[in-house]
């Protein structure tokens, strides 16, 4: 067991991405900090850990592996912290996927000469696979961007709340719009967009959230953010795709548009941000933006979010929890 009161921090993907660069900012402002790397692919995960600990030869990296798509595989990740760990300061909800099938160039050339700004924001151009279910039984997008993280949530509530002050923290996007999601349709199973509807089901359940928490005085307290746009491999799309956009982001990012963070480092700021300001200055109706000037400044902003509906947050908060209750009893069936 974790004896010493250093902060613990679990990100969720954190060995690529933003996730990755969750890690390396929280190291730089703590070295003391001990993350836990909950990462799907082993070989993967040692990979990020080895260059992690080059950078911080005294960090502190654990490895734990998960699935965040399959309730079962969280159930036990949530076993395996609770028997390793007395406490969790921080936790990060940022592993996802954005499910493709492919590009549609005539939107490509028709988004990129309408508004290049929303096309460079935006997955409008890839075609989002719909109506994919998982082994769970469960939209697959869904399950990997949401409910995964409301049972790591739920289960980790006990450490969250010993820390005196837990914070879970879920990655959003810049895109996701309360026009993407359907409340009779929460898992995004019929949705064009399954990937902005996930997101903002992530603004619903991180924001409401903490209306229960306060109910049931749990010393915890949820956020959203958003990376803004990351040259990410998300949605497996070809590599070279991903490069001709990385060269494209840093044009526009010279021209002033500050949503182009491009790596995951720049895109990790809001987390962080949001991990350790003072509670007194944050505002848990926002969602908290990284932003990066053309001078390769990166900065955090918080913007509010004008159509987000509490009635709307409760329901999706009720069927994540009937789903995450009837997971709970199957598993405790002999």
């Known amino acids: 067991m974790t004896t010493k009161r250093s902060k613990v921090a679990v990100i969720t993907g954190a060995n690529a991405g933003v996730g990755y660069g969750i890690a390396q900012r929280l190291l730089e402002e703590d070295p003391f900090t001990s993350v836990v790397m909950a990462c799907r692919n082993h070989t993967r995960a040692s990979r990020a850990r080895e260059s992690l600990l080059a950078q911080f030869p005294d960090a502190h990296i654990d490895i734990k592996l998960v699935d965040i798509s399959s309730a079962m595989s969280v159930l036990d990740f949530c076993k395996a912290m609770q028997n390793s760990y007395t406490h969790i300061d921080f936790l990060f909800c940022n592993a996802g996927v954005l499910s493709t099938s ?51 949530a739920r289960e980790l509530e006990p ?61 915890i307290v949820s956020f959203t953010t958003s ?51 003072p509670l007194n200055a944050l505002n848990y109706f926002c969602r908290y933006t990284s932003l990066t000037s053309w001078r390769g400044v990166s900065y955090t902003e918080p913007v509010m979010l004008p159509d987000y509906d509490p009635m709307t947050a409760e329901k999706l908060l009720q069927h994540c929890e009937l789903a995450y209750q009837a997971w709970k009893n199957k598993c405790a069936q002999p």
């Open 227 to 277: 990376p803004g746009v990351v040259a990410s491999s998300i949605g497996n799309l070809p590599i070279w795709i991903t490069k001709l956009r990385t060269l494209i982001h840093y044009a526009f990012r010279f021209a002033g548009v500050t949503s182009q963070n491009i790596t995951g480092y720049r895109g990790a700021i809001a987390d962080v941000f949001v991990a350790l300001q």
């Open 102 to 152: 492919g590009i549609n160039w005539g939107q490509v050339i028709w988004l990129f000469l309408a508004n290049p700004v929303s096309f460079l924001e935006s997955s409008d151009a890839t075609v989002q696979i719909v109506g994919e279910i998982n082994d769970d039984g469960m939209g697959s997008v869904f399950a990997a961007n949401v409910f995964g993280h409301y049972i790591m």
């Open 159 to 219: 450490l969250l709340h010993r820390s005196g002050g837990g914070r879970v923290i879920w990655t959003s996007s810049v895109t996701a719009e309360d026009s993407m999601f359907d409340i009779e349709d929460w898992q995004g199973i019929k949705s064009q967009l399954p990937y902005e509807s996930s997101k903002w089901a992530c603004d619903l359940v991180a924001i409401g959230s903490n209306a229960r928490y306060a109910n049931q005085k749990q010393d």
